[in-house]
């Protein structure tokens, strides 16, 4: 069972920068790929970053492509978001997803969900 809990979220100025994570207090969390999404009210859902079971590959959303970086640590069942050169479009709720196979930037293709963390930027 997959459990995914992210934290990191909170409001920050342009420019500046945070960093998300996301837990999983499960066993199994190396099994798994991860992906990172968000939400902005009134949106749907989109892709923002995903990463392979051993971080061997990882793919971007052409928005963030350059300011934001995942990464994971199968030892401590974690996938960070590190999100630099933040900017007002990028306030959304950020959920972190896991999926039992490869990498995919289909939100409907991941099996389990976090509750999202907020990130507001103020420009």
């Known amino acids: 069972q997959v459990q995914l809990v992210e934290s990191g979220g909170g409001w920050v100025q342009a420019g500046g920068s945070l960093r998300l994570s996301c837990t999983d207090s499960?066993?199994?969390?190396?099994?798994?790929?991860m992906g990172w999404f968000r939400q902005a009210p009134g949106k749907e859902r989109e892709f923002v970053a995903a990463?392979?079971?051993?971080?061997?590959?990882?793919t971007y959303a052409d928005s963030v492509k350059g300011r934001f970086t995942i990464s994971r640590d199968n030892v401590k069942n974690t996938v960070y978001l590190q999100m630099n050169s933040l900017k007002p479009e990028d306030t959304a709720v950020y959920y972190c997803?896991?999926?039992?196979?490869?990498?995919?930037?289909?939100?409907?293709?991941?099996?389990?969900w976090g509750q999202g963390t907020q990130v507001t930027v103020s420009s």
């Open positions: 997803a896991a999926v039992l196979g490869l990498l995919t930037m289909r939100p409907d293709d991941y099996n389990y």
């Open positions: 990463i392979t079971r051993n971080s061997g590959s990882s």
């Open positions: 499960g066993r199994t969390f190396g099994r798994y790929a």
